[in-house]
Nanobody, 123 residues
């Protein structure tokens, strides 16, 4: 099992910045990709960005140029730097990790989710 713990959410004025962190802990695992999603009230969960173990990234159009994802593989932690925040960025932000587990020669992958951290952007 893997636990993901997010931090860094809060209240910020439009145009401001926040940095979210997501730390993974557990035993006998290797993280493949990590990503950030968000869910606003009444809306579907939205994939914002993801990063592979090799550092390749992709971004949703809604955050491209404003948000940056990076990860520290040694710490099993992924970060989301959010700049030029807008009121429409208000949501609960969730971390996701696709994790590989191996027992002997048998390997499988699971997706894990953090509990979410709330971001509120005031106008």
């Amino acid at each position: 099992q893997v636990q993901l713990v997010e931090s860094g959410g809060g209240l910020v004025q439009a145009g401001g910045s926040l940095r979210l962190s997501c730390a993974a802990s557990g035993s006998d695992f290797r993280i493949n990709a990590m990503g950030w999603y968000r869910q606003a009230p009444g809306k579907q969960r939205e994939l914002l960005t993801a990063i592979t173990s090799g550092g390749s990234t992709n971004y949703a159009d809604s955050v491209k140029g404003r948000f940056t994802i990076n990860r520290d593989n040694a710490k099993n932690t992924v970060y989301l730097q959010m700049n030029s925040l807008k009121p429409e960025d208000t949501a609960v932000y969730l971390c996701n990790a696709n994790v590989r587990h191996c027992t002997g020669i048998y390997c499988y992958s699971n997706d894990y989710w953090g509990q979410g951290t709330r971001v509120t952007v005031s106008s």
